[in-house]
Protein backbone atom coordinates (compact mmCIF):
# COMPACT_ATOMS: atom_id res chain seq x y z
CA UNK A 1 0.00 0.00 0.00
CA UNK A 2 1.32 3.29 -1.10
CA UNK A 3 0.91 6.66 0.88
CA UNK A 4 -2.31 8.59 -0.31
CA UNK A 5 -2.63 12.27 -0.82
CA UNK A 6 -4.42 15.35 -1.52
CA UNK A 7 -2.57 16.79 -4.77
CA UNK A 8 -1.82 20.46 -4.65
CA UNK A 9 -0.06 22.78 -6.88
CA UNK A 10 3.30 23.96 -5.38
CA UNK A 11 2.09 26.58 -3.32
CA UNK A 12 -1.37 25.48 -3.95
CA UNK A 13 -4.55 25.40 -0.89
CA UNK A 14 -7.69 23.20 -1.72
CA UNK A 15 -9.71 22.74 1.13
CA UNK A 16 -9.29 20.37 4.12
CA UNK A 17 -7.18 17.34 3.50
CA UNK A 18 -9.08 14.42 2.34
CA UNK A 19 -6.46 11.83 3.53
CA UNK A 20 -7.53 9.09 5.23
CA UNK A 21 -4.79 8.77 7.55
CA UNK A 22 -5.76 5.69 9.81
CA UNK A 23 -4.88 3.71 6.63
CA UNK A 24 -1.19 5.18 6.23
CA UNK A 25 1.67 2.80 6.78
CA UNK A 26 4.21 4.50 9.44
CA UNK A 27 7.18 5.49 7.03
CA UNK A 28 9.87 5.83 10.00
CA UNK A 29 12.37 2.86 8.64
CA UNK A 30 12.26 4.62 5.12
CA UNK A 31 12.88 7.94 6.29
CA UNK A 32 15.59 6.03 8.01
CA UNK A 33 16.76 4.21 5.01
CA UNK A 34 16.45 7.50 2.41
CA UNK A 35 17.79 9.88 4.49
CA UNK A 36 17.95 14.15 3.63
CA UNK A 37 15.74 13.16 0.04
CA UNK A 38 13.04 11.51 1.97
CA UNK A 39 10.89 14.36 2.09
CA UNK A 40 11.61 16.27 -0.85
CA UNK A 41 11.43 13.05 -3.15
CA UNK A 42 7.69 13.07 -1.89
CA UNK A 43 7.33 16.84 -2.36
CA UNK A 44 8.39 16.92 -6.11
CA UNK A 45 6.28 13.19 -6.99
CA UNK A 46 2.96 14.69 -5.59
CA UNK A 47 3.54 18.18 -6.66
CA UNK A 48 3.23 19.60 -3.04
CA UNK A 49 5.12 21.38 -0.20
CA UNK A 50 2.75 19.81 2.32
CA UNK A 51 1.49 16.18 2.80
CA UNK A 52 0.37 14.17 5.08
CA UNK A 53 2.23 10.89 6.36
CA UNK A 54 2.60 8.32 9.44
CA UNK A 55 5.99 8.66 11.27
CA UNK A 56 7.20 7.45 14.59
CA UNK A 57 3.98 5.97 14.83
CA UNK A 58 1.58 9.31 14.64
CA UNK A 59 0.04 11.67 11.65
CA UNK A 60 2.39 13.85 10.58
CA UNK A 61 1.96 17.19 8.40
CA UNK A 62 5.19 16.83 6.65
CA UNK A 63 5.82 20.37 5.03
CA UNK A 64 8.85 22.58 3.59
CA UNK A 65 9.57 26.16 2.32
CA UNK A 66 9.19 29.80 3.67
CA UNK A 67 5.88 29.91 5.03
CA UNK A 68 5.86 26.30 6.47
CA UNK A 69 9.20 27.72 8.60
CA UNK A 70 6.95 30.60 9.71
CA UNK A 71 3.94 27.72 10.32
CA UNK A 72 6.79 25.47 11.98
CA UNK A 73 7.86 28.69 14.54
CA UNK A 74 4.46 29.98 15.36
CA UNK A 75 4.54 29.92 19.00
CA UNK A 76 0.27 30.40 19.07
CA UNK A 77 -0.12 26.96 17.10
CA UNK A 78 2.74 24.88 17.50
CA UNK A 79 4.75 24.25 20.18
CA UNK A 80 8.46 24.30 20.51
CA UNK A 81 10.01 21.72 23.08
CA UNK A 82 10.82 19.84 19.64
CA UNK A 83 9.58 16.12 19.46
CA UNK A 84 12.74 14.19 19.01
CA UNK A 85 12.55 10.06 20.03
CA UNK A 86 13.78 9.53 22.78
CA UNK A 87 16.74 7.43 21.81
CA UNK A 88 17.80 10.93 20.24
CA UNK A 89 17.05 13.19 23.02
CA UNK A 90 18.75 11.26 25.45
CA UNK A 91 22.31 10.24 23.31
CA UNK A 92 22.13 13.90 21.46
CA UNK A 93 20.97 16.94 23.49
CA UNK A 94 20.59 14.93 27.21
CA UNK A 95 17.64 14.67 29.29
CA UNK A 96 15.99 18.10 30.57
CA UNK A 97 17.86 20.05 27.64
CA UNK A 98 16.79 23.83 26.73
CA UNK A 99 15.77 22.27 23.27
CA UNK A 100 12.91 20.08 25.19
CA UNK A 101 11.71 23.63 27.27
CA UNK A 102 9.48 25.81 26.14
CA UNK A 103 7.76 28.88 27.07
CA UNK A 104 8.74 31.14 29.97
CA UNK A 105 11.00 28.50 31.26
CA UNK A 106 12.54 27.65 27.98
CA UNK A 107 13.56 31.55 26.88
CA UNK A 108 14.69 32.24 30.59
CA UNK A 109 17.40 29.53 29.42
CA UNK A 110 17.91 29.91 26.18
CA UNK A 111 19.22 33.73 27.74
CA UNK A 112 22.12 32.09 29.24
CA UNK A 113 23.57 30.54 26.41
CA UNK A 114 22.89 33.64 24.07
CA UNK A 115 24.86 35.60 26.80
CA UNK A 116 28.03 33.61 25.83
CA UNK A 117 27.07 32.27 22.23
CA UNK A 118 26.14 36.09 21.16
CA UNK A 119 28.10 38.35 22.86
CA UNK A 120 30.44 39.99 20.67
CA UNK A 121 33.39 40.20 23.05
CA UNK A 122 33.06 36.17 23.96
CA UNK A 123 32.61 36.10 19.89
CA UNK A 124 36.09 37.79 19.70
CA UNK A 125 38.06 35.69 22.11
CA UNK A 126 36.79 32.68 20.46
CA UNK A 127 37.80 33.24 17.53
CA UNK A 128 41.43 34.20 18.89
CA UNK A 129 41.58 31.16 20.24
CA UNK A 130 40.48 29.33 17.24
CA UNK A 131 43.03 31.10 14.68
CA UNK A 132 45.71 29.91 17.31
CA UNK A 133 44.85 26.39 17.54
CA UNK A 134 44.41 25.68 14.11
CA UNK A 135 47.46 27.41 13.25
CA UNK A 136 49.08 25.38 15.89
CA UNK A 137 47.00 21.94 14.43
CA UNK A 138 48.52 23.07 11.03
CA UNK A 139 51.81 23.10 12.18
CA UNK A 140 51.50 19.63 13.16
CA UNK A 141 50.36 18.91 9.71
CA UNK A 142 53.55 19.71 7.69
CA UNK A 143 55.74 16.98 9.84
CA UNK A 144 52.87 14.35 8.97
CA UNK A 145 52.64 12.72 5.57
CA UNK A 146 48.84 12.73 5.28
CA UNK A 147 45.91 13.84 7.86
CA UNK A 148 42.22 13.46 7.17
CA UNK A 149 40.38 16.64 7.99
CA UNK A 150 37.30 15.68 9.48
CA UNK A 151 39.55 14.01 11.95
CA UNK A 152 41.72 16.24 12.61
CA UNK A 153 38.77 19.38 12.96
CA UNK A 154 37.40 17.23 15.90
CA UNK A 155 40.63 17.44 18.04
CA UNK A 156 41.21 20.65 17.10
CA UNK A 157 37.56 22.25 17.95
CA UNK A 158 37.10 20.36 20.51
CA UNK A 159 40.35 22.24 21.99
CA UNK A 160 38.96 25.49 20.99
CA UNK A 161 35.62 24.61 22.78
CA UNK A 162 37.17 23.41 26.21
CA UNK A 163 39.44 26.73 25.93
CA UNK A 164 37.12 28.92 25.37
CA UNK A 165 34.52 27.07 28.29
CA UNK A 166 37.23 27.84 30.72
CA UNK A 167 37.38 23.82 30.07
CA UNK A 168 40.56 22.52 32.40
CA UNK A 169 41.95 19.55 30.39
CA UNK A 170 45.04 18.07 29.26
CA UNK A 171 45.67 17.76 25.81
CA UNK A 172 45.21 13.75 25.83
CA UNK A 173 41.70 14.32 27.59
CA UNK A 174 40.65 16.91 25.57
CA UNK A 175 41.43 14.82 22.24
CA UNK A 176 38.95 11.63 24.02
CA UNK A 177 36.79 14.03 25.14
CA UNK A 178 36.44 15.88 21.67
CA UNK A 179 36.06 12.43 19.84
CA UNK A 180 33.18 11.45 22.51
CA UNK A 181 31.64 14.76 21.53
CA UNK A 182 31.92 14.20 18.02
CA UNK A 183 30.29 10.14 18.42
CA UNK A 184 26.92 12.06 20.00
CA UNK A 185 26.82 14.27 17.37
CA UNK A 186 27.45 11.32 14.41
CA UNK A 187 24.25 9.29 16.43
CA UNK A 188 21.99 11.15 15.91
CA UNK A 189 20.36 10.01 12.06
CA UNK A 190 20.81 6.08 13.54
CA UNK A 191 19.27 3.20 15.72
CA UNK A 192 21.75 0.87 15.01
CA UNK A 193 25.42 0.80 16.23
CA UNK A 194 25.90 4.69 15.52
CA UNK A 195 23.56 5.24 18.09
CA UNK A 196 24.96 2.86 20.50
CA UNK A 197 28.24 4.36 20.23
CA UNK A 198 27.00 7.68 20.72
CA UNK A 199 24.89 6.49 23.87
CA UNK A 200 28.36 5.36 25.19
CA UNK A 201 30.07 8.64 24.66
CA UNK A 202 27.73 10.35 26.50
CA UNK A 203 27.31 8.13 29.40
CA UNK A 204 31.43 8.51 29.51
CA UNK A 205 30.95 11.83 29.16
CA UNK A 206 28.32 13.98 31.10
CA UNK A 207 29.71 12.58 34.53
CA UNK A 208 32.98 14.26 33.76
CA UNK A 209 30.77 17.62 32.64
CA UNK A 210 28.79 16.78 36.18
CA UNK A 211 32.53 16.87 38.02
CA UNK A 212 33.17 20.25 35.99
CA UNK A 213 30.32 21.92 37.39
CA UNK A 214 30.52 20.17 41.36
CA UNK A 215 34.01 21.64 41.11
CA UNK A 216 33.06 25.14 40.04
CA UNK A 217 30.05 25.70 43.01
CA UNK A 218 32.83 23.68 45.41
CA UNK A 219 35.53 25.88 44.49
CA UNK A 220 38.10 23.80 43.31
CA UNK A 221 37.96 25.48 40.08
CA UNK A 222 37.54 29.26 39.18
CA UNK A 223 37.03 29.48 35.41
CA UNK A 224 37.31 32.87 33.77
CA UNK A 225 34.08 35.13 34.51
CA UNK A 226 31.59 35.01 31.74
CA UNK A 227 33.07 32.09 30.51
CA UNK A 228 30.58 29.38 29.95
CA UNK A 229 31.91 26.89 32.51
CA UNK A 230 31.40 29.85 35.03
CA UNK A 231 28.15 31.20 33.41
CA UNK A 232 26.18 27.52 33.34
CA UNK A 233 27.54 26.19 36.88
CA UNK A 234 25.90 29.65 38.57
CA UNK A 235 22.89 30.19 36.26
CA UNK A 236 19.38 30.21 38.46
CA UNK A 237 16.30 28.95 36.68
CA UNK A 238 12.97 30.69 36.60
CA UNK A 239 12.76 29.44 40.84
CA UNK A 240 15.63 31.01 41.65
CA UNK A 241 17.71 27.86 42.11
CA UNK A 242 21.18 26.55 40.45
CA UNK A 243 20.03 24.30 38.13
CA UNK A 244 20.66 20.79 39.32
CA UNK A 245 24.25 19.51 38.80
CA UNK A 246 23.26 16.91 35.78
CA UNK A 247 20.90 19.33 33.97
CA UNK A 248 23.98 21.95 34.22
CA UNK A 249 26.01 18.91 33.05
CA UNK A 250 23.89 18.74 29.97
CA UNK A 251 23.95 22.36 29.32
CA UNK A 252 27.43 22.58 29.68
CA UNK A 253 27.88 19.79 26.47
CA UNK A 254 25.11 21.82 24.51
CA UNK A 255 27.38 24.39 24.87
CA UNK A 256 30.76 22.37 23.69
CA UNK A 257 29.02 20.24 21.79
CA UNK A 258 27.86 22.07 19.03
CA UNK A 259 31.55 23.53 18.43
CA UNK A 260 32.83 19.74 17.74
CA UNK A 261 29.69 19.80 15.03
CA UNK A 262 31.55 22.50 13.37
CA UNK A 263 33.90 19.66 11.91
CA UNK A 264 31.26 18.32 9.22
CA UNK A 265 30.83 21.86 7.87
CA UNK A 266 34.88 22.71 8.38
CA UNK A 267 35.12 19.18 5.90
CA UNK A 268 32.33 20.65 3.23
CA UNK A 269 34.17 24.05 3.26
CA UNK A 270 37.56 22.18 2.30
CA UNK A 271 35.45 20.16 -0.70
CA UNK A 272 34.03 23.26 -1.70
CA UNK A 273 37.22 25.22 -2.30
CA UNK A 274 38.38 21.91 -4.11
CA UNK A 275 35.50 21.85 -5.98
CA UNK A 276 35.17 25.40 -6.75
CA UNK A 277 38.70 26.50 -7.00
CA UNK A 278 38.15 30.05 -7.83
CA UNK A 279 37.01 30.86 -4.45
CA UNK A 280 40.65 30.28 -2.49
CA UNK A 281 41.98 33.63 -3.98
CA UNK A 282 38.84 35.56 -3.41
CA UNK A 283 38.74 34.11 0.61
CA UNK A 284 42.49 34.06 1.13
CA UNK A 285 42.71 37.94 1.90
CA UNK A 286 40.02 37.73 4.86
CA UNK A 287 37.16 39.96 3.21
CA UNK A 288 34.77 39.32 6.22
CA UNK A 289 31.28 39.67 3.51
CA UNK A 290 32.81 37.25 1.63
CA UNK A 291 33.85 34.58 4.10
CA UNK A 292 30.58 35.18 5.63
CA UNK A 293 28.74 34.33 2.13
CA UNK A 294 30.73 31.46 1.66
CA UNK A 295 29.93 29.80 5.74
CA UNK A 296 26.84 30.39 4.43
CA UNK A 297 26.01 28.58 1.27
CA UNK A 298 28.09 25.62 2.74
CA UNK A 299 25.61 25.45 5.19
CA UNK A 300 22.94 25.85 2.98
CA UNK A 301 23.92 23.45 0.45
CA UNK A 302 26.00 20.80 2.50
CA UNK A 303 23.25 18.76 4.62
CA UNK A 304 23.58 18.64 8.37
CA UNK A 305 20.35 17.72 10.13
CA UNK A 306 17.45 16.41 8.26
CA UNK A 307 13.97 17.93 9.62
CA UNK A 308 12.58 19.25 13.00
CA UNK A 309 9.51 17.84 14.39
CA UNK A 310 6.81 19.26 17.10
CA UNK A 311 3.24 19.28 17.64
CA UNK A 312 0.60 21.63 17.23
CA UNK A 313 -0.81 23.74 20.21
CA UNK A 314 -4.25 23.83 19.45
CA UNK A 315 -6.48 23.02 15.90
CA UNK A 316 -5.88 25.67 13.32
CA UNK A 317 -6.63 24.93 9.26
CA UNK A 318 -3.06 25.52 7.10
CA UNK A 319 -3.07 25.17 3.20
CA UNK A 320 -6.01 22.63 3.14
CA UNK A 321 -4.88 20.48 5.76
CA UNK A 322 -7.13 20.47 9.48
CA UNK A 323 -4.23 20.30 12.27
CA UNK A 324 -5.85 18.89 15.34
CA UNK A 325 -4.21 19.64 18.51
CA UNK A 326 -1.26 17.35 19.33
CA UNK A 327 -0.55 16.63 15.61
CA UNK A 328 2.56 16.29 14.58
CA UNK A 329 4.39 19.03 12.16
CA UNK A 330 7.64 17.93 10.44
CA UNK A 331 9.65 20.84 8.73
CA UNK A 332 12.23 19.36 6.33
CA UNK A 333 15.30 21.23 6.71
CA UNK A 334 17.42 20.23 3.65
CA UNK A 335 14.16 20.25 1.78
CA UNK A 336 13.46 24.04 2.41
CA UNK A 337 17.07 25.13 1.87
CA UNK A 338 17.03 23.14 -1.56
CA UNK A 339 13.69 24.45 -2.37
CA UNK A 340 13.66 25.64 -6.34
CA UNK A 341 10.77 28.35 -5.15
CA UNK A 342 13.45 30.16 -2.86
CA UNK A 343 16.76 29.10 -4.17
CA UNK A 344 17.35 29.06 -8.11
CA UNK A 345 19.31 25.95 -9.22
CA UNK A 346 19.31 24.94 -5.29
CA UNK A 347 21.92 22.16 -6.38
CA UNK A 348 24.59 24.76 -7.31
CA UNK A 349 27.53 25.92 -4.75
CA UNK A 350 27.13 29.65 -5.08
CA UNK A 351 27.81 31.93 -2.38
CA UNK A 352 26.71 35.15 -4.23
CA UNK A 353 23.78 34.11 -3.04
CA UNK A 354 24.69 36.08 0.32
CA UNK A 355 27.10 38.66 -0.62
CA UNK A 356 25.70 41.68 0.20
CA UNK A 357 22.25 40.72 2.23
CA UNK A 358 21.47 39.34 5.11
CA UNK A 359 19.62 35.61 5.09
CA UNK A 360 16.04 35.27 5.10
CA UNK A 361 15.50 33.83 8.74
CA UNK A 362 12.31 31.54 7.32
CA UNK A 363 14.27 30.60 3.98
CA UNK A 364 17.85 29.96 5.51
CA UNK A 365 17.29 27.40 8.39
CA UNK A 366 20.29 25.45 8.54
CA UNK A 367 19.84 26.24 12.10
CA UNK A 368 16.31 26.92 12.38
CA UNK A 369 14.07 29.89 12.03
CA UNK A 370 13.25 33.12 13.63
CA UNK A 371 15.19 34.96 15.95
CA UNK A 372 17.35 32.65 18.33
CA UNK A 373 16.53 35.51 20.72
CA UNK A 374 12.64 34.51 20.93
CA UNK A 375 12.29 31.04 19.77
CA UNK A 376 14.22 27.73 18.83
CA UNK A 377 16.34 28.69 16.31
CA UNK A 378 19.95 27.55 17.40
CA UNK A 379 21.64 29.74 19.97
CA UNK A 380 24.92 28.81 18.66
CA UNK A 381 24.69 29.87 15.04
CA UNK A 382 26.65 33.10 15.39
CA UNK A 383 29.48 30.62 16.81
CA UNK A 384 29.15 28.08 13.74
CA UNK A 385 29.60 30.86 11.30
CA UNK A 386 32.48 32.34 13.06
CA UNK A 387 34.91 29.10 13.23
CA UNK A 388 33.63 28.35 9.92
CA UNK A 389 35.08 31.58 9.07
CA UNK A 390 38.12 31.17 10.86
CA UNK A 391 38.79 27.25 9.12
CA UNK A 392 37.72 28.98 5.96
CA UNK A 393 40.42 31.46 5.92
CA UNK A 394 42.82 28.96 7.53
CA UNK A 395 42.16 26.84 4.40
CA UNK A 396 42.89 29.61 2.23
CA UNK A 397 46.26 30.15 3.28
CA UNK A 398 47.47 26.87 3.07
CA UNK A 399 49.09 24.85 0.49
CA UNK A 400 48.16 20.99 0.51
CA UNK A 401 47.59 18.13 -1.95
CA UNK A 402 44.55 16.64 -2.11
CA UNK A 403 44.62 12.54 -3.05
CA UNK A 404 42.69 10.54 -4.72
CA UNK A 405 40.20 9.53 -2.55
CA UNK A 406 36.45 8.97 -2.28
CA UNK A 407 34.60 12.79 -1.52
CA UNK A 408 31.76 11.62 -1.71
CA UNK A 409 28.96 11.95 0.99
CA UNK A 410 26.10 9.57 0.90
CA UNK A 411 22.65 11.40 1.21
CA UNK A 412 21.38 8.21 2.94
CA UNK A 413 23.93 8.52 5.46
CA UNK A 414 22.54 11.36 8.88
CA UNK A 415 24.69 13.16 9.57
CA UNK A 416 26.89 12.53 6.40
CA UNK A 417 30.16 13.86 5.39
CA UNK A 418 32.79 12.74 2.78
CA UNK A 419 33.62 9.25 2.97
CA UNK A 420 37.15 9.66 3.28
CA UNK A 421 37.00 12.39 5.71
CA UNK A 422 38.97 14.73 3.06
CA UNK A 423 42.42 13.83 3.30
CA UNK A 424 45.11 16.43 2.32
CA UNK A 425 49.04 15.79 2.44
CA UNK A 426 52.17 18.04 1.85
CA UNK A 427 50.74 20.35 4.01
CA UNK A 428 52.58 24.29 3.51
CA UNK A 429 51.68 27.24 5.60
CA UNK A 430 51.77 30.86 4.27
CA UNK A 431 54.48 32.76 5.68
CA UNK A 432 52.60 34.86 7.99
CA UNK A 433 51.09 31.76 9.42
CA UNK A 434 54.65 30.49 10.41
CA UNK A 435 55.38 33.80 11.83
CA UNK A 436 51.89 33.79 14.12
CA UNK A 437 53.21 30.18 15.39
CA UNK A 438 55.93 31.25 16.15
CA UNK A 439 54.75 34.20 18.70
CA UNK A 440 54.47 34.34 22.08
CA UNK A 441 51.52 32.92 23.06
CA UNK A 442 48.70 36.27 24.33
Given at each position: ?67 A ?40 R ?29 SR ?14 V ?28 I ?56 E ?33 T ?88 F ?55 S ?6 V??A ?12
Amino acid sequence: MTEQRQRLGPRGDTGHSTIPTRRLLDRTVAFLAEGYTFFVRRFERWGTDAFEMRLLGRTALCTRGREAAQLFYDRSRVRHARMVPRPIRRTLFGEGAVHLLDGAEHRHRKAMFLSVTADPAALAALSEIAADRWNAAASRWETTEGVALFDEAVVTLGEIAFAWAGIPVERAEAVSRARDLAQIVDSFGSFGPRQVRGRMARWRTEPWAWRLIRGVRAGELDPPAGSPLQVVASHRDLDGELLDPRTAAVELLNIVRPIVAVSWFVTFAALALQTHPEWRARLADGDEDLLEAFAHEVRRLYPFAPALADRARRDFHWRGHRVPRRRMIVLDVYGTCHDPALWPDPQRFDPERFVGREPDPFAFVPHGGGDPATGHRCAGERVTVELLKGATLLLTRLNYDVPRQDLRFPLTRMPTRPRSGFVIANVRRAAALRARHAAPSR
